[in-house]
């Protein structure tokens, strides 16, 4: 047999548990949205970002500008995305070292800048790119110079 008591008691706690999902839900929502709302924005460096001319003894110059990279008469566009280590440009001709010079086209279309570290991402200034080597897929670092 179950008491009175303890019925009510049963009935109290349901009635407990659907008004306070009536008031925890809600809330909860408001909380998250308020937090949502002054988080700052991320936002995706620009084009320029890159800029710059970036020089390895093993090839001619890369010359990085608004969306192009030119190198010995050759060129194709790139854009400035990000990955886990920081900033990078993605070339989608593909880009590398062979031979001597740096070719368009193969597998490689991700760039990485300033991979001395992971500790150190790409964030500010690049000051350095690292092209693979097609033929040996050794990491070629192009020096920033302007």
Avoid at 9 to 21: I, K, N, P, T, V
Avoid at 32 to 49: D, E, K, M, N, T
Avoid at 102 to 123: K, Q
Wanted: with cysteine; aromatic share 10%; hydrophobic share 40%.
């Amino acid at each position: 047999m179950v008491s009175s008591g303890r019925a009510a008691d049963e009935a109290m706690r349901s009635s407990l548990m659907g008004w306070s999902s009536l008031i925890l839900i809600p809330g909860m929502l408001f909380v998250f949205g308020l937090i949502y709302a002054v988080s700052p924005r991320h936002i995706l460096p620009s084009q320029s970002w890159a800029n710059g001319t970036y020089i390895n003894a093993c090839c001619a110059p890369l010359l990085l500008r608004d969306g192009k990279v030119t190198t010995a008469n050759r060129a194709t566009n790139y854009v400035v995305s990000e990955s886990k280590f920081g900033n990078q440009i993605t070339v989608a001709a593909g880009i590398g070292v062979r031979n001597g010079a740096v070719e368009f086209g193969g597998n490689y279309v991700f760039v990485h800048f300033n991979r001395d570290s992971t500790a150190l991402p790409a964030i500010g200034n690049p000051t350095s790119l690292h092209v693979i080597g097609l033929d040996d897929s050794r990491d070629y670092v192009f020096e920033r110079r302007g």
